[in-house]
């Protein structure tokens, strides 16, 4: 609908702006003209914006405005390729239900203010930041304190570039069960405090992808730290040619699409290098390798 302009609240069919009283799930796409929510002069108190709505999917509408707050029920959030420069919690002291973030293809994002609510986040389990080249803070204010000994509590999350983990909250994060990095170019080597930040998961992460990343050529030596990490999974890495020393615990390495020196030092068939990754009880390097 190349015409729309809002989202009329005469459509609730009261004046208390209630929009949408029982909506649960809404996905807005490709409403190319989409500016604001509701019409010049409506405004809504905090939480009546589609107060029930416990799923929110918005692609494509590079107009929009960011939402004036989250729904107060809140659970998932999905937003793909929008002009939105920050995201607007409520404003109230309740708790925030979200339970899945996914932010991608935003290039105006700035920040997402997730440090300054990590009190009010505790059901927060899922992240996903891809393709937002100037995020620079998941703060909006930068002197926030997380004195209070709150940590955010994630259990995945998803990003392109490694740089995200060492902004506050994730920087000081200790839960995270599974982490991907994934779609990267520029990447060569993880920078040493990007390195040294894997010791802070070292005793939580059990699961780590990492594909898509043509440039990169060495893999973090502390992945030997990584003393619950038990699937490892390695793709679409051309110009990878060695492995770090990978720890006990690892229980599946899975490595496709790669150097073919890689396979020659890493191979069952006598590959000198072999012995350095024998410990691990499932192997699976994919023979479809990059050519040189």
């Known amino acids: 609908m190349p015409k729309v302009k809002c989202l009329e609240s005469k459509f609730n069919g009261n004046d208390k702006y209630h929009a949408f009283p029982s909506l649960q799930y809404l996905r ?16 809504a108190e905090d939480g009546c914006l589609f107060p029930c709505l416990i799923e929110l999917e918005i692609y494509n509408c590079s107009k929009l405005k960011e939402l004036p707050s989250l729904p107060p029920k809140l659970k998932k959030l999905h937003i793909y390729d929008m002009g939105w420069k920050t995201l607007n919690f409520c404003s109230n002291s309740n708790p925030i239900p979200l339970e899945i973030l996914e932010v991608l293809d935003c290039p105006n994002i700035i920040s997402l203010p997730l440090a300054d609510e990590i009190a009010r986040l505790a059901a927060l389990k899922y992240l ?19 004195t209070n000994n709150c940590q955010l ?21 200790a839960s995270l069960k599974t982490l991907t990095i994934r779609d990267n170019d520029e990447v060569v080597s993880f920078p040493n405090e990007v390195e040294q930040w894997f010791l802070t998961v ?8 990492i594909y898509n990343l043509k440039s990169l050529q060495s893999l ?16 679409d890495v051309p110009m990878l040619r060695e492995l770090p020393n990978l720890p006990p615990s690892l229980e599946s390495l899975y490595i ?7 396979k020659e030092r890493y191979g069952e068939d006598g590959g000198p290098d072999r012995h350095k990754i024998a410990h ?9 390798a990059i050519s040189a």
């Open 28 to 43: 807005i796409e490709s409403l190319e003209s989409l500016e604001d929510w509701f019409e010049a002069g409506v405004a």
């Open 220 to 235: 973090p030596s502390t992945f030997e730290s990584l003393s619950s990490l038990q699937y490892l999974y390695i793709g």
């Open 153 to 173: 509590m994630l259990d995945n999350l998803e990003i392109n570039d490694p740089s995200v983990l060492l902004m506050e909250p994730m920087r000081s994060i």
């Open 202 to 209: 070292r005793s939580s992460l059990s699961y780590l992808f």
């Open 280 to 288: 691990i009880p499932n192997i699976r390097l994919y023979i479809y």
């Open 256 to 262: 496709c699409r790669f150097h073919p020196e890689l």
């Open 128 to 146: 996903r930041i891809r393709k937002c080249p100037n995020l620079i803070s998941l703060e909006r204010y930068r002197e926030v304190e997380t």
